[in-house]
């Protein structure tokens, strides 16, 4: 829900006497529009978030650890100068605006000051301005005189609320039934456009209680009603948190700050997967590409190596007409005795050089040719090698489904040297689960990742069987036996998840090789994920994720 006056009243309403008596322990700043402080309350420890961002605006409560940068922004370093141990003496909203006024009392060892954060939500033109005595200190989008803009918004001069929008106050009923005089149209957009605070959103839940017949009094009423919490969703997936609604598909809660903070976590969590998905696909991808390249000028180098047994063969021809031949030739005529048609070869001759010297020209260019043929069947074995391996880690970006697992596939990546370590202090995140299934007393669990799936190998037992998808990159999986014998319809389910998380999910009869784990080795400075196995039979599976088993 968009944070417009008619949701933020309600926030506040809940903020307020949670956060008012707190005292400011840190501030943060982790994204440039975004601010957080973390404040010590008689409820325990709470981080406030103040987003000026053009999507997502607001003013919640968070849970996320987010990465905050080694050098803080000069905003930042200005509310810690001024702000940090400040005690809030109170939270309010102005009028039925989008603007919010959080009051502190900074003590110092010789002086005591009042000092006022104003948050203002209200989407692209959302800002934060710190305020003393009426006079700006600072703002997180600061204006210049320079800009053609309704207000000033720098340090020293005077802070001045937005121009009126000369709408309805839905506070005042006798306001609002003079505006609704003027009704027509469309009863969401008319509330929209001619009613203070309440964005189109909300003026739809509005209308979908009371249809379009909706009066000023129904509105009055709707605003001041006590609030009913809830996150709606569309396709089994969060769509908006609200403060009340008439949809039957939402989750209900307590309050509006905690389904607020599970909202907006949820965003967070998608955004930043998303995020993190296509900045390691692009860093893989290029690699990708690079090794491709790099492979196929070495296949290109090893077709003309394909001549090194003609060069050899010229060689010998030379030598054995030795006796005909003279220096000053530039070439002649030879007799292929090593065909059985016996047909002619020109040979090519450096009228400079004796025969035998030419001959040897021949041998050494030989010699060469044979040299580089080895050394580049060793490098496109290699290349093919790192090529698989780096297909393999595309496959778990492709297959990821939590952040956990995309931040330790750039664990992995960084390990390699492929992407830069990410600047900045976060506490370090501790290993993901695997993925855990429980069919018919048998635990199965899944890698989700290279590092899962060498962790996986160190965990599991040699009597323990280890799936993995055959001419397909995928997760290991394991069936933990306890020293019992594995019926047929586990196996079947674990193949059929083994083939769901790999390169072949959108086909059908996947090849899954299955054997028991002491047969299955790691060897010895081979990439992350890399095994070899042994006495395994292979399942043919249909891809299922198998949701309903997870553990």
């Not at 010998?316 to 007409?321: F, Q």
């Not at 060498?454 to 036996?481: C, F, M, N, P, V």
Request: aromatic fraction near 8%; hydrophobic fraction near 35%; charged fraction near 30%.
């Amino acid at each position: 829900m968009p944070q417009d006056a008619f949701t933020l009243k309600h926030v506040i309403q809940e903020l307020a006497p949670l956060l008012i008596g707190g005292k400011i322990s840190k501030i943060n700043q982790p994204e440039k529009d975004e601010l957080t402080l973390i404040i010590y309350t008689k409820k325990g420890t709470v981080k406030l978030e103040i987003s000026a961002q053009a999507q997502n605006n607001r003013i919640s409560l968070s849970n996320e650890e987010k990465l905050n940068p080694i050098n803080a922004p000069n905003f930042c370093m200005l509310c810690r100068k001024h702000l940090q141990n400040a005690q809030i003496l109170a939270v309010e909203q102005i009028g039925f605006e989008r603007i919010v006024r959080f009051d502190f009392l900074c003590s110092s060892d010789f002086s005591d000051s009042k000092v006022s954060l104003y948050a203002e939500i209200m989407g692209k033109y959302s800002n934060i301005i710190l305020v003393e005595n009426g006079i700006i200190l600072g703002a997180l989008k600061s204006t210049s005189l320079e800009e053609n803009t309704k207000r000033i918004l720098f340090s020293g001069a005077k802070y001045a609320l937005p121009s009126p929008q000369g709408k309805a106050n839905p506070l005042n009923l006798d306001e609002l039934e003079n505006a609704f005089l003027q009704k027509s149209g469309d009863t969401a957009k008319f509330i929209c456009a001619k009613i203070e605070g309440i964005a189109y959103s909300s003026a739809l839940e509005m209308v979908e209680k009371y249809g379009e017949g909706l009066t000023a009094k129904n509105l009055y009423d709707y605003i001041l009603a006590k609030p009913s919490p809830c996150i709606v969703y569309e396709k089994g997936e969060m769509k908006d948190f609200k403060v009340r609604s008439e949809n039957s598909n939402k989750k209900c809660f307590d309050s509006l700050l905690e389904a607020q903070t599970e909202y907006y976590s949820f965003v967070y969590q998608k955004k930043t997967f998303e995020a993190q998905k296509r900045k390691l696909e692009v860093a893989l991808l290029n690699k990708i590409k690079k090794v491709e390249k790099k492979l196929a000028l070495m296949r290109q180098k090893l077709l003309e190596c394909d001549e090194a047994d003609e060069i050899k063969l010229k060689g010998e021809l030379i030598t054995a007409n030795i006796y005909l031949l003279q220096k000053g030739m530039k070439g002649f005529e030879a007799t292929n005795y090593y065909k059985e048609d016996c047909p002619k070869i020109k040979i090519e001759l450096d009228s400079n050089l004796t025969p035998a010297q030419n001959a040897q020209r021949y041998y050494k260019r030989y010699a060469k040719l044979k040299r580089t043929l080895e050394n580049l069947l060793i490098q496109i074995a290699d290349c093919e090698d790192e090529l698989l391996y780096l297909n393999s880690i595309k496959s778990n970006i492709y297959s990821a489904e939590l952040l956990i697992d995309l931040l330790e596939t750039e664990e992995e990546l960084v390990e390699i040297g492929f992407i830069k370590k990410a600047d900045g202090k976060k506490k370090k995140q501790q290993a993901c689960p695997f993925r855990s299934y429980n069919y018919l007393g048998f635990k199965i669990l899944a890698g989700r990742n290279n590092l899962q799936n060498d962790r996986l190998l160190k965990e599991i037992l040699g009597e323990d069987i280890w799936l993995h998808t055959q001419k397909y990159h995928s997760s290991h999986l394991a069936i933990i036996t306890e020293g019992r014998a594995v019926p047929d319809e586990v196996i079947k389910v674990a193949a059929e998840i083994c083939a769901y998380y790999s390169d072949g999910r959108d086909g059908s009869k996947i090849p899954v090789d299955y054997t028991f784990k002491r047969f299955v080795k790691k060897p010895p400075k081979k990439a992350r994920g890399f095994v070899i196995y042994t006495d395994y039979k292979t399942a043919l599976a249909e891809p299922n994720a198998h949701e309903e088993l997870k553990i």
